[in-house]
């Protein structure tokens, strides 16, 4: 393992804005495979992640499950929506997010079930519910303009499990936060992303959230929403990162 020393330029925003917190909302890792001393990892893919805008979605406005509003059909219940990213940027810029995903999983375009890191016809395209089922039994729904997405829905699948609330999931920082596998790095953690210096001047994040698509050395960083909905954010692969566990955190704020 190679020793790590942050620059000197960079150890008071570290230490101002990094410092470690606290929350009923962030649950401490367990594993017991979880790194335990300063560790340079490298081979890391690294994706982006943000808060979906609802101005991106074209779906009809239906009433939302938990919330005393009507919100667009594919921001709720598609893979590019809230039930995918966990929040989500309504068309009056209020927060909102996924309070309970249900026990539906996710189903394909063509109605069929979703597999994750599988590509072709298993990719996942909408939540088990909340949809409309066309004559040949694929996904389809009312558009807000008239019309349907992929021909008329003959058969509506109502959401029975799902729901959504106020506000976002968790206290997370744009480009300070970082989603990661709790069984490598623990919750908390300071993670050092070298290129990512440009973003936020330090290149330091804390490990704030989790995710099921997030395994091993992948670590998501949450970001600003794109301009363009087609854009997905960064995507690097053979990245090289550096963790500072939580456990270690004030003893090397102390010594670097």
Known sequence: MIAFRAPRSVRAALAAALVVATSAALLPSSASAALKKETWLTGVTITEYFPAPETWF???RVNTPGLSRKSRVDWLYSARGMSMEGDGIGTNGKRYHIDDTGSSGWITARGKHASFGVGGVFAPFWRGEGYWRSKSGS???PLETGGWYNGAGKRYIRPTGISFAAGPSLDLS?????AV???????GSLVYVPAYKPKNKDGWFRADDTGGAIKGRHIDVYRPPPKRSSDSGNYMTGAKIFVVPKSRIEGYLKTH
């Not at 744009?174 to 970082?178: G, H, I, L, W």
């Not at 596998?181 to 919750?187: A, C, E, N, Q, T």
């Open 174 to 178: 744009y480009y300070r936060s970082v």
């Open 139 to 141: 996904v389809t729904f």
């Open 181 to 187: 596998d709790l069984s490598l790095i623990p919750r």
């Open 58 to 60: 074209v779906g009809e």
